[in-house]
């Protein structure tokens, strides 16, 4: 069993930061990309940023410049840092991995900017 542990998230106001990261654990013999996604209420889930095993990234246009995202191989962990956070910004995010070839999610963190 592979399971995907997110933590961080909370409450924030505009223009504040957030961290988030996401622990891969279980029975792991590769994990290929790990990314993060958001789904907003009423809105369909999208995507945030990924990054690949040797960090080749992508981002959503909407978090260029604000949101980095970054990966510990060793630890099986990937982190997303959140600056310069809007209020559009809030949503459930949720971390997404590739695990031994399989895609595994996480069970989500509310992420909420407001004032």
């Known amino acids: 069993q592979v399971q995907l542990v997110e933590s961080g998230g909370g409450l924030v106001q505009p223009g504040g930061s957030l961290s988030l990261s996401c622990a891969a654990s279980?029975?792991?013999?590769?994990?290929?990309?790990m990314g993060w996604y958001r789904q907003a209420p009423g809105k369909e889930r999208e995507l945030v940023a990924t990054?690949?095993?040797?960090?080749?990234?992508d981002y959503a246009d909407s978090v260029k410049e604000r949101f980095t995202i970054s990966r510990d191989n060793a630890k099986n962990t990937v982190y997303l840092q959140m600056n310069s956070l809007k209020p559009e910004d809030t949503a459930v995010y949720y971390c997404?991995?590739?695990?031994?070839?399989?895609?595994?999610w996480g069970q989500g963190t509310q992420v909420t900017v407001s004032s």
């Open positions: 997404n991995a590739v695990v031994n070839r399989e895609t595994y």
């Open positions: 279980g029975s792991i013999f590769s994990i290929g990309v």
């Open positions: 990054i690949t095993r040797v960090f080749t990234i």
